[in-house]
């Protein structure tokens, strides 16, 4: 019998759905000890129990990003599966729906709604527009995707895959300045690794054009802050949207909260909802069943 134990606030929505798929050998515990071989649940809460669980053999965390079971001085004898395939819909609600409120004026139009204006104001348009896509992992697929519905160009900076056939063209290393030139729209979807750290650099935004737009829903480690503070302050950019942050929750006397022309959404853009975090659970549960490898697997080293 594999002991099963549920780590997350929505724990009780986990444990009904995966009591409902009525899978073998599964026994669900609801605390911590020397038999429990199963995790189900959120990094954060995850890391504290390591030591309390000598059998662990695998955990299944509920976000995409597991930083904190990452940090060298924890134990790695077990496998860490991540959740991937469940975010890419929300990501691209989250994105397309600021890039539209920003396109078709709407904050403006409410704005003299208000003041009893009639405001004919042309807007703009996503058509025709390129949007960069800095990572095309599932989310970042998706994205394209969203993107090709709305007509836009689509480029693509990755480390070496080139496997979303909606990327109109891809860039890899040293092209990093070359891929931000012309781009409309960059969102940063890159994991947290040494490589990505700080790549959206003073240099990266100033190879952006003023009418860019700026969206990070990856990892908030990969922006330079204070770069971003002065190229919106300047108007070298003309609007960015932050869902992630180096230090969460954001600092009261962080300057991000009193930046013209930005965004915060507080890590809101992706929420891991219990129907979709089940079903990549359920399959990787069977696999671990039958000896097989797991779906989404987690490299300590690299990260992701």
Known sequence: ????????????????????????????????????????????????????????????????????????????????????????GLMSEFVFGYLLMHERRILQRLDAQKQGKWDSTRTGTLRGKTIGLLGVGSIGAHLAGSAKHFGMTVHGYTRSSETCSQVDRYYHG????????????????????????KIVDARLLAALPPQAVFIN???????????????LETDRLALAVLDVFEQEPLPARHPFWHTKNLFITSHTAAPSFPQDIVKVFIENYRLFSSGKALNYQVDFERGY
Do not use: C, H
């Open 174 to 197: 040293a092209e990093l300045g070359a891929f931000a030139t012309g781009l409309d729209v960059l969102v940063n979807v890159l994991p947290n690794t040494s490589q990505t750290r």
């Open 217 to 231: 829903v990856g990892r908030g480690t990969a922006l330079d802050e204070p770069a971003l503070v002065s190229a």
């Open 1 to 88: 019998m594999n002991k099963l134990l549920i780590i997350a606030r929505d724990s009780d929505q986990y444990r009904q759905q995966i009591e409902m798929a009525a899978l073998p050998f599964l026994e669900i515990v609801q605390s911590a000890s020397e038999e429990v071989e199963l995790v189900l649940g959120e990094p954060t809460g995850i890391r504290a129990l390591l030591p309390e669980l000598p059998a662990l053999k695998w955990v299944q965390a509920t976000w995409a990003g597991v930083e904190p079971l990452l940090d060298p001085s924890l134990r790695r004898d077990y496998i860490l599966t991540n959740a991937r395939g469940v975010f890419g």
